[in-house]
């Protein structure tokens, strides 16, 4: 019996559509030989046969006999295809009133927006469901204006710029079914223009191959990273294991450059161009797997319609994005080899700098690797030309911060701290200026304050002890820092969400001033800050809970304590902003609207 079995990336950062596993899962591959790690400097290929050639290798050096190492079958239940869906729109256009005091979405550096499910403009509240319909609330009326079913998969997110929404999402597209267990399909990243300056109207749509692994914006430009595997197949069947690699050693040298290179697809109106990354667009590092290709695609949302996105590619996965309006990092931490290679610890994460001009395609500009991995992409920050960076190694079961240089095309290590929370890991990292703050936990909190104002010579100034974790470090004024995490008792275990305020003004003495425990619950918050809402002119801060709990917590962050604000019991809350002088609650059924100084429920807007 032959099966055939269709390579798929599988998903890991945003929160969209993803691979899964199928009712019945092949054997598992064998422990290959690991890929040497790559000396990181990033090299243009100069034709398209140097490019084959040099994939074909690199792919063959991570080939085992079940195929690549992220090989994985799918679920016989494919999302929707973005193709098959229809772009009905409904609804009347909104008020043109000006816009009041709003709230942005939480991010980690101004000036670079980041994909969220809910944005708004002060004027307007644009949201998009889990079933993929674009939502449009006016503010001062309170109601929906308009709605437009996009057939992204679930778990899109979006951007937003004057009378645009740019939508990212998933198409997902059946490719063949084999047997009754099994289906296999390939997975491609989108993006859908929308018009919303009356009802929401489809402008462009963009098809492209594989994950989202996140996107920046910096004015009206957006820049979104994906990240592609090679359309290989590989023959499944009865056999010894030196049989089948050679079967697939076959496959790859027949396969051509097209395999590799990811493909693209825009429609706008009736009209639809489709091409593929020019093979002198792709880059990659001195040694690499073959085996993923990321790309960053440029879009301008005041440009009249979508492009081909400009795509900008290296051979090399990831994971992470980090990105500052000049700036955009891309992190992989490798661990696949983990997962596949039965490697106890992952070589180093690999970096990769594009410099971003104010309009146009990115620019490789340096790369380099940093021991352990990182926990999100607080672990990095770029401050006064210096790269800092927060990883734990699994192995030592410890952590560091390291301190990088850009000379040349590499990212050189200046400095660096080791050591930190033997035993543990890194739960939480925020770096503000030339200082920096660490959380490790494993039975107790280390909360660590950073002096690195001498890049070459940074230091651990302070720690504070204390139980429990914080999960996500938010500054709420000059030298104070809300975490949100969980309590734990003294053996580590978690106890319920823990909301703590710190006073970092004594570099040696981090204080915690305050904390509010909510027993039995978390908040996804935790893992997600767009899910925080900090709102400075009133002191108030709002977590989403579940649990024990539902709906969120809002406290007023004051004079050194955390009193509660009011009652936001109910509905599974999702997103709180403030437009105006109204709290609005975004919840998977409809928006609560309450008045800010009370909290007390003034409208209902269901979706």
Same mark, same amino acid.
């Given at each position: 019996?032959?099966? &055939?079995?269709?390579l798929c990336?599988?998903?890991?950062? +945003?929160? /969209?559509?993803?691979?899964t596993?199928?009712?019945?899962?092949?054997?598992?591959?064998?422990v290959?030989?690991?890929?040497?790690?790559?000396?990181f400097?990033?090299?243009?290929f100069?034709?398209?046969d140097? +490019?084959?050639?040099?994939l074909?290798?690199?792919?063959? %050096?991570?080939?085992? =006999?079940?195929?690549?190492?992220?090989?994985?079958? @799918?679920?016989?239940?494919?999302?929707?295809?973005?193709?098959?869906?229809?772009?009905?729109?409904?609804?009347?256009a909104?008020?043109?009133?000006e816009?009041?005091?709003?709230?942005?979405?939480?991010?980690h550096?101004?000036g670079?927006?980041?994909? *969220?499910?809910?944005?708004?403009? $002060? &004027?307007?509240?644009?949201?998009?469901?889990?079933?993929?319909?674009?939502?449009?609330?006016?503010?001062?009326?309170?109601?929906?204006?308009?709605?437009?079913?996009?057939?992204v998969a $679930?778990?899109?997110?979006?951007?937003?710029?004057?009378?645009?929404?740019?939508?990212?999402?998933y198409?997902?597209?059946?490719?063949?079914r084999?047997a009754?267990?099994?289906q296999?399909?390939t997975?491609?990243?989108?993006a859908?223009?929308?018009?919303?300056?009356?009802?929401?109207?489809?402008?462009?749509?963009?098809r492209?191959e594989?994950?989202?692994v996140?996107?920046?914006?910096? $004015?009206?430009v957006? %820049?979104?990273?994906?990240?592609?595997?090679?359309k290989?197949?590989?023959?499944?069947?009865e056999g010894?294991?030196k049989?089948?690699?050679?079967?697939n050693? !076959?496959?790859?040298? &027949?396969?051509k450059? *097209?395999?590799w290179?990811?493909?693209?697809?825009?429609?706008?109106?009736?009209?639809?161009?489709?091409?593929?990354?020019?093979c002198?667009?792709?880059?990659?590092?001195?040694?690499?797997?073959?085996?993923?290709m990321?790309?960053? /695609?440029?879009?301008?949302?005041?440009?009249p319609?979508?492009?081909?996105?400009?795509?900008?590619?290296v051979?090399?996965?990831?994971?992470?994005?980090?990105?500052?309006?000049?700036?955009?990092?891309?992190?992989?931490?490798?661990?696949?080899?983990?997962e596949?290679?039965? @490697?106890?610890?992952?070589p180093d994460t690999?970096?990769f700098?594009?410099?971003?001009?104010?309009a146009?395609k990115p620019?490789? @500009?340096?790369?380099g690797?940093? =021991?352990?991995r990182l926990?999100? !992409?607080?672990?990095l920050?770029?401050?006064?030309g210096h +790269?800092?960076v927060?990883?734990?190694? +699994?192995?030592?079961?410890?952590?560091?911060?390291?301190v990088?240089?850009?000379?040349?095309?590499? /990212?050189d290590?200046?400095?660096k701290?080791?050591?930190?929370?033997?035993g543990e890991?890194?739960y939480?990292?925020?770096?503000?200026?030339?200082r920096?703050?660490v959380?490790?936990?494993?039975?107790?909190?280390?909360?660590?304050?950073?002096?690195?104002?001498n890049?070459?010579?940074p230091a651990?100034?302070? @720690?504070?002890?204390?139980?429990?974790?914080s999960?996500?470090?938010?500054?709420?004024?000059?030298?104070?820092?809300?975490?949100?995490?969980?309590?734990?008792?003294?053996?580590?275990? %978690?106890?319920? /969400?823990?909301?703590?305020?710190?006073?970092?003004t004594?570099?040696?003495?981090p204080?915690?001033?305050?904390q509010?425990v909510?027993?039995d619950?978390?908040s996804?918050?935790?893992?997600d800050?767009h899910a925080?809402?900090?709102?400075?002119?009133?002191?108030?801060?709002?977590?989403p809970?579940?649990?024990?709990?539902?709906?969120?917590?809002?406290?007023?962050v004051?004079?050194?304590t955390?009193?509660p604000?009011?009652?936001?019991?109910?509905?599974?809350?999702?997103?709180?902003?403030?437009?105006?002088? !109204?709290?609005?609650?975004?919840?998977?059924?409809?928006l609560?609207?309450?008045?800010l100084?009370?909290?007390d429920?003034v409208?209902w807007?269901?979706?």
């Amino acid at each position: 019996m032959r099966r &055939r079995l269709w390579l798929c990336v599988v998903f890991s950062v +945003l929160p /969209l559509a993803g691979c899964t596993s199928a009712v019945e899962k092949p054997a598992p591959p064998p422990v290959a030989k690991p890929v040497p790690a790559a000396p990181f400097k990033l090299v243009a290929f100069d034709s398209c046969d140097r +490019l084959l050639k040099e994939l074909r290798a690199a792919t063959l %050096r991570g080939l085992t =006999p079940y195929g690549l190492h992220n090989a994985v079958p @799918e679920a016989a239940n494919a999302a929707r295809d973005m193709t098959g869906a229809g772009d009905m729109a409904a609804g009347v256009a909104g008020s043109p009133v000006e816009a009041q005091k709003y709230s942005g979405t939480n991010v980690h550096e101004q000036g670079a927006d980041e994909p *969220d499910i809910v944005k708004t403009d $002060g &004027r307007r509240i644009v949201t998009i469901d889990a079933g993929g319909t674009l939502h449009v609330i006016d503010a001062a009326s309170r109601r929906e204006t308009g709605r437009l079913a996009l057939g992204v998969a $679930g778990g899109a997110q979006l951007l937003l710029a004057g009378d645009r929404a740019l939508v990212l999402g998933y198409n997902a597209k059946t490719m063949e079914r084999i047997a009754p267990k099994y289906q296999y399909r390939t997975i491609g990243a989108g993006a859908v223009l929308v018009d919303l300056s009356g009802p929401p109207t489809i402008i462009s749509r963009f098809r492209g191959e594989g994950r989202m692994v996140d996107a920046r914006q910096t $004015g009206s430009v957006a %820049r979104i990273v994906l990240s592609s595997a090679p359309k290989l197949e590989f023959p499944y069947a009865e056999g010894n294991e030196k049989t089948l690699l050679e079967r697939n050693k !076959q496959v790859v040298n &027949r396969a051509k450059v *097209d395999a590799w290179l990811p493909s693209w697809e825009v429609t706008t109106g009736g009209s639809t161009t489709e091409g593929k990354v020019d093979c002198g667009a792709v880059s990659r590092p001195d040694s690499f797997t073959g085996a993923a290709m990321l790309t960053v /695609l440029t879009f301008d949302l005041a440009a009249p319609a979508l492009t081909d996105g400009s795509p900008v590619s290296v051979v090399a996965d990831g994971d992470i994005v980090y990105g500052t309006p000049t700036s955009l990092y891309i992190a992989n931490d490798q661990r696949w080899r983990i997962e596949s290679f039965g @490697e106890k610890n992952a070589p180093d994460t690999e970096i990769f700098k594009f410099a971003l001009p104010a309009a146009g395609k990115p620019t490789f @500009e340096a790369s380099g690797a940093v =021991p352990g991995r990182l926990l999100n !992409q607080y672990s990095l920050s770029e401050w006064d030309g210096h +790269l800092r960076v927060a990883t734990t190694d +699994l192995a030592e079961r410890s952590s560091a911060v390291r301190v990088f240089a850009q000379r040349g095309g590499k /990212l050189d290590e200046v400095g660096k701290i080791e050591g930190l929370g033997k035993g543990e890991r890194i739960y939480s990292v925020r770096f503000i200026g030339d200082r920096g703050y660490v959380v490790t936990f494993r039975q107790t909190d280390p909360l660590y304050s950073l002096d690195l104002s001498n890049p070459a010579r940074p230091a651990v100034t302070g @720690e504070l002890k204390i139980t429990g974790y914080s999960a996500h470090l938010q500054p709420v004024g000059e030298n104070l820092l809300v975490g949100v995490g969980q309590e734990a008792s003294a053996q580590g275990v %978690r106890e319920g /969400l823990l909301i703590s305020l710190f006073d970092v003004t004594d570099p040696a003495d981090p204080r915690r001033l305050a904390q509010h425990v909510v027993a039995d619950t978390s908040s996804e918050a935790e893992f997600d800050p767009h899910a925080l809402l900090w709102w400075p002119e009133t002191q108030l801060l709002v977590v989403p809970v579940s649990g024990n709990t539902n709906g969120a917590v809002a406290v007023h962050v004051r004079n050194g304590t955390i009193q509660p604000a009011g009652n936001l019991a109910g509905a599974t809350i999702r997103r709180s902003l403030v437009i105006g002088d !109204q709290l609005w609650t975004l919840a998977d059924d409809g928006l609560g609207v309450a008045d800010l100084s009370t909290l007390d429920r003034v409208g209902w807007v269901s979706l």
